[in-house]
């Protein structure tokens, strides 16, 4: 299972109110991590084999192609793991806006940041058809990434493809399209 750093990254945020409240989130980078407290700036990760990992919260983002990012996480001891105020199991699948709360000092909700990008496909989408004018993407044309994961010409001048630029929406997941972004990331 691999997660599409690219395009989503998963954030932790301190929940609003008691004494962790204004501490910025932490954002969770992709493979296994242990959450623990930390004072006043709310919540901080530590790897796999560091002396305060132990009896702590187990996190790690995964997404599998036909399932969005999810969280899996493990709690060191049953009954410490509550999600949106019900008692959770010691391995849990976390989603989207989900509330957590993991003994009394560490509480947090689950956030998914979407990011667009502009520049050449990526690997596996050379060859690929674009999904508005079916074109195939070669290896040195400019695309546009949708936060989905959706792949658009997005190409600078009269001869170019310019799906992206012509597209108000997403053909797969329907969203918008940034142009600002796609007009900023362009030359000239």
């Not at 990434?145 to 170019?160: F, I, K, P, S």
């Amino acid at each position: 299972m691999t997660m599409k750093a690219n395009f989503v990254e998963c954030r932790l945020v301190p929940l609003p109110g008691g004494d962790r409240a204004g501490a910025p989130g932490v954002s969770l980078p992709a493979g296994p991590w242990a959450v623990i407290p930390a004072g006043d700036s709310g919540l901080r990760l530590v790897s796999p084999g560091a002396p305060a990992a132990g009896g702590a919260l187990w996190l790690e983002p995964v997404q599998q192609r036909a399932h969005p990012l999810r969280v899996l996480a493990v709690s060191a001891s049953a009954g410490t793991l509550r999600v949106n105020g019900q008692p959770a199991p010691r391995v849990t699948v976390l989603r989207e806006n989900d509330f957590v709360q993991w003994g009394p000092e560490v509480a947090f909700t689950v956030e998914f940041v979407r990011r667009s990008s502009v520049g050449p496909p990526p690997r596996e989408f050379v060859g690929r058809p674009c999904p508005v004018c079916r074109v195939p993407f070669a290896a040195d044309v400019v695309t546009f990434g949708c936060a989905c994961g959706t792949r658009l010409h997005c190409e600078v001048g009269e001869n170019g493809l310019q799906c992206a630029q012509r597209s108000r929406r997403c053909p797969s997941c329907l969203n918008p399209l940034a142009l600002e972004a796609i007009r900023a990331a362009l030359p000239g």
